[in-house]
């Protein structure tokens, strides 16, 4: 019995054996493909949230890209638009600048897919777009640059060629106003802002040459005026010396009627020398008649003094 029982264990051992490697194939196989099947969800889920932050940070370099270039787009580049080519030393420039500001900007989309590839597709996008902000920021500042550092250029050219000419407008006026001012002091404050001024006039500063300009044409209008008020005084002067040598000739003058009646009075010169008005000698004039009896008219003789004083006509009077 015991080598029946025996057999029949050995036997049923190996029909269990038989049926056990099936099923823990199986099994394996199960456990296999559970396994497989969640490690490729977590690597796709792993791939999608990477490609959510891989667009996210290319949206976060966008913003600041365009914040930088609407910081000068609306700041340095809008107050250099302002500036004509007339103000500037070299007009293209100007050109340069106009041309920069027409550029328009990218549309901004954002992270707005669902999926992994379209989220690559949007973090691609707005990479390029970064660099368009990048590099067109860096463009507009450079014209901006341009243009205000040849507007500069041409300010301090235009007062260096200012101030010089003023400097020799100044000097042929210190030149030829020498004995011709009323107050010499006019003439020595424009020989002070003369030196100043030949100092400053190879300046890098306008302002200072400005400066410089204004206080010569300040000194150059003392001189001139100045000058004015000499040649007014010399003008009075001279018709006030006129005025006096004509009432000296006059006071010095006296008239006679002929002792035939109805004749013109003549004119005699009283003054000492026996000279007229023009210095020359005056003739002697001949002897009269003798009168035939005096008389009591007082008409014969008319000294006429007062008239010539009053500039009254000789005869008239």
């Known amino acids: 019995m015991d080598s029946l029982e025996a057999a029949d264990a050995a036997e049923n051992h190996e029909d269990e054996a038989t049926w056990l490697v099936p099923a823990i194939a199986a099994g394996c196989a199960v456990v296999l493909a ?7 969800h977590a690597y796709m889920a792993h791939e999608l949230n990477a490609a959510k932050t891989a667009c996210a940070g290319a949206a976060e370099n966008v913003r600041e890209a365009a914040n930088a270039y609407n910081l000068i787009l609306n700041g340095d580049a809008a107050d250099a638009a302002g500036i004509k080519t007339s103000q500037v030393k070299d007009a293209k420039t100007v050109d340069t600048l106009a041309k920069a500001l027409k550029e328009t900007a990218p ?13 690559d597709a949007a973090t691609a996008k707005l990479n390029s777009q970064a660099k368009w902000y990048g590099a067109h920021e860096k463009s507009l500042s450079e014209a901006v640059e341009a243009v205000t550092d040849s507007k500069a250029a041409k300010t301090l050219e235009t007062a260096k060629n200012t101030l010089s000419k003023k400097l020799d407008e100044a000097s042929k006026l210190l030149k030829d106003s020498d004995g011709k001012v009323q107050d010499n002091a006019t003439r020595e404050t424009l020989t002070k802002a003369i030196d100043s001024g030949n100092k400053l ?28 008020a000499k040649t007014k005084a010399d003008e009075e002067a001279a018709v006030a010396a006129t005025a006096q040598a004509q009432a000296q000739s006059y006071s010095n003058t006296t008239y006679r009627r002929p002792s035939t009646g109805g004749g013109n009075y003549q004119r005699v010169n009283t003054g000492s020398g026996n000279a007229n008005a023009g210095g020359n000698p005056v003739p002697k004039a001949p002897a009269p008649a003798p009168n035939p009896a005096p008389s009591n008219n007082d008409d014969d003789y008319v000294t006429l003094n007062w008239c010539g004083v009053l500039g009254h006509d000789p005869v008239a009077c």
């Open 107 to 119: 549309e901004y989309e954002g992270c707005v897919a669902d999926g992994k590839d379209g989220l």
């Open 201 to 228: 006039k190879d300046g890098k500063e306008p302002s200072k040459l400005d400066e410089a300009r204004k206080t010569l044409e300040t000194a150059i209008k003392g001189v001139n005026d100045s000058v004015a």
């Open 34 to 40: 559970g396994a497989g099947f969640g490690g490729w």
